[in-house]
């Protein structure tokens, strides 16, 4: 979706409004390009002592929300605040995604 990694941290090559909202992918469409994520944290919990904590970022939504929109959480977050509107659609969107991910990666996890 157009993320590179720079020195001022990842920036997006988009901005979310409701045209970009609306081209996301379905959830459905979506998986398949997000199952690495399970797969990767259990590796990495397997290469981990077991008496060691796996931590990884877990943006909330607003925080997600923000960035998307903005680039950024600095400044007053007009745009945000213009576009609240959106923030109900998109915070559903990513909180069914991050609970289908959690529900593979645990799955996984029990597995092993």
């Known amino acids: 979706m157009g993320l590179d990694y720079t020195d001022r941290g990842p920036q997006l090559g988009w ?6 909202l609306a081209q996301l992918h ?9 199952l690495f994520q399970g797969k990767a944290m259990q590796a990495t919990r ?3 002592p077991s008496d060691r904590s796996l ?8 925080t997600l929300f923000v960035y998307a929109v903005e680039g950024s959480h600095k400044g007053s977050l007009l745009k945000s605040k213009e ?13 069914r995604c991050w609970r289908e991910t959690s529900n593979y990666s ?3 996890a029990r597995r092993s």
């Open 46 to 48: 397997e290469l981990i």
């Open 83 to 95: 576009l609240i509107r959106l923030f109900r659609d998109s915070a559903t969107r990513w909180c």
């Open 26 to 34: 379905s959830i459905e469409d979506a998986w398949p390009h997000l």
């Open 15 to 20: 901005n979310l409004n409701e045209k970009t």
């Open 106 to 108: 645990w799955g996984a």
């Open 55 to 62: 931590i990884g970022f877990v943006g909330g939504p607003w």
